[in-house]
């Protein structure tokens, strides 16, 4: 019967253990995942900013308005 108890306790310590190992991931996890939008919502920025960019760089060639209007 002690054999059992102390087999339970070990299973008991290592389920603890995998839990504290899994906050650690999961807490790592959140980190990376806030870095990664943050980096998402500047590389959206810096798009739109190319994209305006572009814009006014076809607005500026001869022809614009004449090619707008045939379209």
Do not use: C, W, Y
């Not at 790592?28 to 760089?57: C, F, G, S, W």
């Amino acid at each position: 019967m002690i054999f059992d108890f102390q087999s339970l306790l070990d299973k008991v310590k290592q389920l603890a253990e995998m839990a504290q190992t899994l906050r650690g991931e999961n807490a790592a996890l959140r980190r990376e995942i806030a870095a990664l939008a943050e980096q998402n919502t500047r590389l959206e920025q810096r798009m739109q900013e190319a994209h305006d960019r572009v814009a006014k760089l076809i607005d500026r060639l001869p022809g614009a308005d004449a090619d707008r209007e045939a379209a």
